[in-house]
């Protein structure tokens, strides 16, 4: 059984950051072994946008290597915790959502946490933090906020950071990691898993389980995967971000699009090669650098989608960047033959959200109109039938004109 055991740990620890503590989890996983007994691994995710991109996956895909051994997913729907706002790597208080925002926002979690996730009732078990946290009476909430010190609040980096600088913390932001240790406390959970941002929050979560007289859970974090810029994390506020309903055209471009230097967080955190064939992928004396990201992103479409729409993908990307030629499902937009800005134009072809946006494309050069760079987003287009419209590599719209 030890040696087992030591074989989990190994798979369980790739990708990771730290373990607290891997003693701890060898010994719960003995434990489960010999029991039969599903170990209960928790993960929290707070509905603040409607959608998953490849960096909430890490942590999806580590949970997922519990369930493929056996142990039970619970995944918590952070309703309640949502209203206030994970003050984590922030350095002003977050607004608080309004339960319309945040009812929409969760329903599409559970379809998109499901294309990692394992979602038959004997590994998944999908709970809404508001059915304890909304009923926990001031006596509940006194006895929950006694086993915590202001002073271990301030051990999280931003709150020293903000109180040094005096600017406002909110009390309420206080209770947010409380309540996430609470929910650990309502699900009796035995392992919880979060990004490195989510470190104290989880540690807290130990602290409450043992004042509540629960043996504390084990605590894994996982890396912050680098957005597509290559220097922020991946965020769709900052649109450096790959979803993973995503179209499969566009998963494939965009992870092309990452410099050879990413390849090998990506290959660790999003896919399931082995760490000596990591090694080989990104080493240029070995593998060309295009062949291998190639791989990476044909492996992950085919994560999202299948096999046949990530060769699809692949040589439709190959036809239009490295043979120049048209892509074969460029979407029609119909338009009146009334002359138009470019500006005005790329809004109407919904190649641009807004102006601003349209703007800064031209001026990076990157729009082009019937095959002609454009300068000016202001010139005058008069539409035409089968114009295409194109920004960058990966954007097109032909136009259908219909007479005003």
């Not at 566009?250 to 992870?255: N, S």
């Not at 987003?377 to 114009?387: E, K, L, S």
């Amino acid at each position: 059984m030890a040696e087992e055991i030591a074989k989990q740990i190994r798979l369980l620890k790739r990708g990771t950051v730290k373990i607290f503590s891997e003693a701890e989890l060898a010994e719960k996983l003995t434990e489960a072994a010999k029991t039969s007994r599903q170990l209960r691994i928790k993960l929290g995710l707070d509905p603040t946008s409607a959608d998953i991109h490849l960096g909430h996956t890490v942590v999806l895909r580590k949970m997922r290597q519990f369930q493929d051994l056996a142990h039970k997913a619970v995944l918590i729907i952070g309703d309640y915790t949502a209203r206030i706002g994970d003050p984590s790597g922030q350095d002003t208080t977050r607004p608080m959502l309004s339960p319309q925002q945040i009812e929409q926002n969760a329903k599409t979690y559970f379809e998109q946490a499901g294309k990692i996730l394992d979602t038959s009732q004997e590994k998944l078990e999908i709970r809404y933090n508001s059915e304890w946290l909304s009923e926990l009476k001031l006596a509940d909430l006194i006895k929950l906020t006694s086993s915590m010190t202001v002073a271990r609040m301030l051990e999280r980096d931003t709150f020293e950071l903000r109180y040094k600088d005096g600017d406002a913390i909110g009390i309420h932001e206080f209770l947010y990691p409380l309540m996430q240790g609470y929910d650990s406390v309502m699900v009796k959970s035995d392992v919880e898993l979060g990004g490195t941002d989510q470190t104290f929050n989880n540690l807290v979560g130990r602290d409450i389980q043992r004042a509540y007289g629960q043996s504390p859970q084990i605590v894994i974090t996982t890396p912050i995967l680098v957005g597509l810029d290559g220097k922020e994390k991946m965020s769709k506020s900052k649109g450096n971000y790959i979803g993973v309903t995503d179209e499969p055209g566009d998963m494939f471009g965009k992870v092309m699009s990452i410099s050879d230097e990413m390849m090998e967080n990506y290959f660790t955190l999003l896919t399931d090669q082995p760490a000596d064939k990591i090694a080989e992928l990104v080493n240029p004396d070995k593998t060309h650098q295009k062949e291998a990201k190639v791989l990476l992103g044909k492996t992950i479409v085919s994560q999202f989608y299948n096999e046949a729409a990530a060769d699809t993908a692949a040589a439709e990307f190959d036809k239009v960047f490295a043979q120049g030629r048209l892509p074969d499902d460029i979407p029609d937009v119909v338009i009146v033959d009334t002359p138009v800005s470019v500006k005005q134009l790329l809004l109407s072809c919904k190649l641009v959200e807004t102006g601003g946006e349209a703007k800064r494309m031209v001026a990076q050069g990157a729009v082009t109109v019937a095959g002609n760079k454009v300068n000016d987003p202001n010139a005058r287009i008069t539409p035409a039938d089968g114009m295409v419209i194109q920004i960058g590599k990966r954007r097109f719209a032909k136009l259908i004109v219909k007479k005003k």
